[in-house]
Nanobody, 123 residues
Framework: QLQLVESGGGLVQPGGSLRLSCAAS????????IGWFRQAPGKEREGVSC????????NYADSVKGRFTISRDNAKNLVYLQMNSLKPEDTAVYYC????????????????WGQGTQVTVSS
């Protein structure tokens, strides 16, 4: 069974950094585009970043460009989201998602989801 597990969330001060990981089990990530999404209380889930199966295509939401970096290690079946210069508005539950498709930041394009990890940016 295809499973995704996020880790690396936590509480960080504004300007700080976190690295989120998305681990896959029950399948290999090689053929899958992986998206990172986030959802803050009372808001819709929004796309943060996506990386294609080969890693050759990467998309970022405008709100995180220049601050977040997505990467993948197919040999380890892991995808990462390095988040720098964090802001209070980055506070949300972060989810990774997988699908065999081109990269997209549209949540509806992904069928497999992790349970999420909380990121809180506060002083």
């Amino acid at each position: 069974q295809l499973q995704l597990v996020e880790s690396g969330g936590g509480l960080v001060q504004p300007g700080g950094s976190l690295r989120l990981s998305c681990a896959a089990s029950g399948f290999t990530l090689d053929d899958y585009a992986i998206g990172w999404f986030r959802q803050a209380p009372g808001k819709e889930r929004e796309g943060v970043s996506c990386i294609s199966s080969s890693g050759g295509r990467i998309n970022y939401a405008d709100s995180v460009k220049g601050r977040f970096t997505i990467s993948r290690d197919n040999a380890k079946n892991l995808v990462y989201l390095q988040m720098n210069s964090l802001k209070p508005e980055d506070t949300a539950v972060y989810y990774c998602a997988a699908e065999i498709r081109p990269c997209t930041l549209v949540a509806g394009g992904f069928g497999s989801w992790g349970q999420g990890t909380q990121v809180t940016v506060s002083s």
